[in-house]
């Protein structure tokens, strides 16, 4: 049988409990509080967005997935680190299903490095965890991400978007080395761990 | 009315017969992708079983829920009887169509694309067939809510219209403006493609589009809870809500403010340059506050509630509340949800933090906590609520009703907070299995396990759930009072037309579309050929479908 109910009788409560007045003085305060908080969050935001340099890649550049592989920056013998001649490092990697190509990467330590990277077929994510480094693989686009390792070591690389039923097998590694390891800063040749 | 009950009843019925299996799948998945065996251990299944978890949760669920919430809201809040039973009956044959329809094709394993759909891959037409009579269906049910509260107007000049009533005609309006993302994906984008009547396919656009939808349809979700956080709790509570004015302009701020906030779903999008991303990325720290309020005004009037049942000091009067009252204990256990899952939802909207956890299983714990914790547990105590006034028959019991809400909670605790910490450490979500001997995924372990047992807790909650209903469905009938809805503590006499009816922020709803979405979605017009071949997704092996 159900229970009876704790709150019948009900108590007839009387209008105006608490004064009109009161609620809204009491509103309006919490109210401006709240405001102020989200103010303060939102500078914060703002602040650190601009000190940091935290930009996710938002560079809209479209590319034609179906000839990555014939022309552009994308050709099979352009992917991988390639040396820049400020120093820095440029790493180009194609998302396919079920594998990034190249499947492992080295990139030196201390040094900006920027990612480009893009789809041949579906959506993929690319993700390192413990870092910044986070973006989606849209096909039709080229993701940018720049970043730079404080610390050398290795990095698993898993494809964070749902891409098909491989999708899971979709991981690749990254690893963070002295930049003496990765030979001649001039040279052209591209590095991956393969050529190591 | 007899009428209008059995129109919410029987939507009700495919809520929660939808939401069981549901829950078993998701069970399953966490399982599955835990260091323990599976049954079935199957990838292909898996991702099958992510599409209909999703499915079943984020649309049907929600959509019949919410729908039948709707009608009985109206019909007893208005006092007479729903006008448009007949559109209602069609509207519900339609959506129970498509559901058939996705969830066969699911089943088929022709549709493993999760319920986000993800373009270039193509799954079946019919599941997208399905999902559109599901989603279009469901605006008959938007129609039929606005003209109710339109003919009451009429024929109650100056009477402002009761709160339930608003707030759900606001839940309609907000569900017409956030489905209209994801129906154009449907009819523009997917369907064409998937019934041959075109080549390539502009995923960047779908994926816009469907942005539109990803955040709004949560707010379409969330509103029935925060219809009874204003409405119902207040009264099981024993008090008085503490301000009928702060309850209309909450579920304004949601219908203007949840909308134009959806590109935060693709802050790390390339198709789309920062300074739109920021902007919405600004204004979605305006849809907190309503949230914020509303926290206040509950706790006002639970604390209102308290004194009035002898409660005293400063504190003295949340002991005093009716806990024994399962919607009273609900609300409770909601907040704390909310609270947690509020501060995850923060971290989300940071336009740079979020680089730290997007796709990653924080994102997953972040939606069930809010979602599957703080709304869901009100969907129940809303049933427990409403079902003894439509059928006549008592609950049966509340003790057992107790003991769900604080499994669901306890359950929803276990299952989301490993999941926050597997996600910071970089545990990727929507991934059928993972190679625990990887040095990354071997530290994961322990915790993807403990989320395993919550998860067969909330397994456990949701059979408790449907045995608590099913018992009062088969019980003596009786006499039980019929649905009361909270009273302010000054009652409105007379209220601006503004905070009366929404013809004002729809136009406001409009403008901000057009300066938020207006060029991220015109710009796929501008840009130079970005559409792609589609991918189709097949089973591995034919005819090996789960």
């Not at chain 2, 399905?130 to 339109?150: D, E, H, K, P, T």
């Not at chain 2, 994801?182 to 369907?191: G, N, P, Y």
């Not at chain 2, 336009?351 to 730290?356: I, V, Y």
């Not at chain 2, 926050?420 to 990727?428: E, S, V, Y």
Request: overall charge neutral.
């Amino acid at each position: 049988m159900a229970e009876p109910s704790s709150n019948s009788p009900r108590l007839p409560l009387p209008d105006g409990l608490v004064p009109e007045e009161v609620v809204v003085r009491t509103e309006k305060r919490w109210f401006m509080i709240m405001a102020a908080m989200l103010v303060v969050m939102m500078a914060v935001i703002v602040a650190t967005g601009i000190t940091g340099a935290l930009h996710p890649s938002s560079n809209v550049e479209v590319i034609d997935p179906t000839t990555l592989h014939l022309q552009g920056e994308f050709i099979e013998s352009n992917l991988g680190t390639a040396f820049e001649p400020d120093g820095s490092v440029t790493v180009r990697i194609i998302a396919e299903q079920y594998e990034f190509v190249p499947q492992c990467l080295q990139v030196p330590v201390g040094t900006p490095v920027k990612f480009r990277i893009t789809s041949a077929d579906v959506v993929h994510g690319f993700l390192l965890p413990d870092t910044n480094v986070n973006t989606m693989v849209v096909p039709g686009f080229v993701s940018e991400v720049r970043t730079r390792f404080s610390k050398q070591g290795d990095f698993a690389m898993p494809c964070h978007e749902f891409c098909g039923l491989g999708h899971h097998a979709m991981w690749a590694h990254v690893r963070v080395v002295p930049k003496e390891r990765l030979g001649n800063p001039t040279s052209l040749a591209r590095v991956t761990c393969a050529t190591q | 009315m007899q009428r209008s009950s059995r129109l919410a009843l029987l939507h009700y019925w495919v809520a929660f017969a939808t939401f069981l299996p549901a829950v078993l799948l998701g069970a399953w998945q966490m399982l599955m992708r835990s260091p323990l065996p599976a049954p079935l251990d199957d990838s292909a299944a898996y991702y099958a079983s992510v599409t209909l978890h999703g499915t079943a949760m984020a649309y049907v669920v929600t959509t019949f829920f919410t729908m039948g919430f709707g009608y009985a809201v109206a019909a007893t809040s208005l006092g007479r009887p729903i006008r448009g039973v007949t559109a209602a009956w069609i509207g519900y044959a339609i959506c129970l169509l498509g559901t058939v329809m996705a969830v066969v094709t699911i089943l088929a394993g022709q549709a493993s694309v999760l319920y986000t759909f993800y373009p270039p891959l193509l799954a079946s037409g019919w599941y997208y067939l399905g999902a559109f009579l599901l989603i279009a269906g469901s605006m008959v049910w938007v129609v039929l809510m606005i003209l109710n509260m339109a003919a009451w107007k009429r024929d109650n000049p100056g009477v402002p219209v009761p709160l339930p009533m608003f707030a759900i005609t606001a839940t309609a309006i907000l569900w017409a403006w956030a489905a209209a993302g994801v129906l154009l994906e449907l009819v523009c984008i997917l369907l064409p493609r998937a019934f041959g009547g075109s080549e390539l396919i502009d995923a960047a656009l779908g994926r816009t589009l469907f942005s539109v939808t990803l955040h709004a349809i949560v707010y379409f979700w969330l509103m029935p809870a925060y219809i009874a956080f204003y409405t119902l709790v207040p009264r099981a509570a024993g008090g008085r809500l503490y301000s009928d004015t702060m309850g209309r302009l909450t579920f304004i701020m949601f219908l203007v403010f949840s909308l134009p906030v959806g590109l935060h779903h693709l802050f790390m999008d390339p198709e789309h340059g920062s300074g739109f991303k920021f902007l919405q990325s600004s204004l979605t720290f305006l849809v907190v506050l309503p949230t914020l309020l509303t926290v206040f005004s509950i706790s006002a009037s639970l604390e209102i509630a308290g004194r009035v049942r002898g409660g005293r000091g400063l504190l003295g009067w949340i002991p005093a509340l009716p806990w024994d009252e399962p919607m009273v204990l609900a609300v409770g256990l909601s907040l704390v949800m909310l609270g947690l899952g509020g501060f995850g939802g923060l971290i989300n909207m940071s336009f740079a933090m979020n680089s730290m956890i997007h796709n990653t299983s924080w994102v997953t714990a972040h939606f069930h906590l809010i979602f599957g914790g703080a709304v869901v547990i009100m969907y129940f105590a809303i049933a427990y609520e409403m079902w003894p006034r439509i059928t006549a028959k008592p609950l049966r019991s509340k003790r057992l009703a107790r003991i769900q809400l604080w499994s669901w909670f306890w359950g929803m605790l276990i299952t989301t907070i490993p999941w926050h910490i597997a996600g910071l450490m970089g545990q990727p979500r929507r991934v059928a299995n993972f190679d625990y001997s990887d040095p990354l995924m071997a530290r994961m372990g322990p915790l993807v396990i403990i989320s395993v047992i919550g998860g067969l807790v909330l397994l456990g909650s949701a059979i408790l759930l449907i045995v608590v209903l099913v018992r009062s469905h088969f019980g003596a009938a009786e006499r039980v009072e019929p649905l009361g809805y909270a009273i302010a503590v000054n009652p409105p006499v007379r209220v601006a037309p503004a905070l009366n009816g929404f013809g004002l922020w729809t136009a406001i709803v409009f403008v901000l579309m057009i300066l938020t979405y207006g060029y991220p979605i015109g710009q796929f017009f501008i840009l130079k050929s970005h559409s792609v071949p589609a991918v189709e997704i097949t089973m591995p092996d034919a005819g090996g479908a789960p």
